[in-house]
């Protein structure tokens, strides 16, 4: 599978004319859709279910670091399963330190907003022109610092979120090209 970094979709939500962002990254593979029906729902579900347990384990971490300095975590995702099977991907819906901004059929936008930065991340699915079954599955990441701490903490970040944001998208296409 090849992953390769690219620009954020023109018709992704987060792509507006006049917006600016402190950090924008794009990463894009190609997706086989064998029964060209998968949805945007079933791509934020396997953006959950496709994280290899060390970056899980990364953001146990994170979370154990940032409570220091009152920063939102991830809190307890008891019964974790149960959560995303009712999780529906709705405006307003939360999971983990995930909360669901927006919504279509071909995106989903998931971030938060805390006192040192806003992050939002895309899942955009995109149909290729004579090609019914192949898509291109893109992950956006933005991000727009809110002071000088959300710039420092962003700078060992960064190098840590563009080797993840891969590994997930190969994960959400395997995941996803095995149902």
């Known amino acids: 599978m090849i992953i390769i970094k690219t620009k954020l979709p023109d018709k ?16 894009q593979a ?10 945007s729902t079933d791509i934020g579900k396997a953006f ?5 347990d060390w970056v899980d384990k990364l953001f146990t971490l994170r979370d154990k670091i940032v409570n220091i300095f009152g920063l939102k975590t991830s809190g307890s995702l008891r019964n974790r399963q149960d959560q995303l099977d009712k999780l529906k991907f709705e405006h307003g819906e939360q999971f983990g330190l995930f909360k669901v901004f927006y919504k279509t059929g071909n995106e989903i936008i998931l971030g938060e907003d805390d006192k040192h930065l806003n992050f939002r991340a895309s899942l955009f699915l995109e149909k290729q022109k004579n090609e019914q079954l192949k898509k291109k599955l893109i992950i956006s990441t933005t991000v727009e610092f809110n002071n000088w701490f959300g710039r420092l903490y962003f700078l060992p970040v960064r190098p840590i979120h563009q080797v993840i944001v891969p590994i997930i998208l ?6 996803l090209e095995r149902r």
């Open 12 to 27: 992704s939500f987060l792509n507006w004319k006049d917006k600016k962002y402190d950090y924008v990254d794009s990463f």
């Open 48 to 52: 959950f279910t496709s994280v290899p």
């Open 30 to 39: 190609d997706l086989i859709d064998k029964n060209d029906n998968i949805t």
């Open 170 to 175: 190969k994960g959400i296409i395997k995941h």
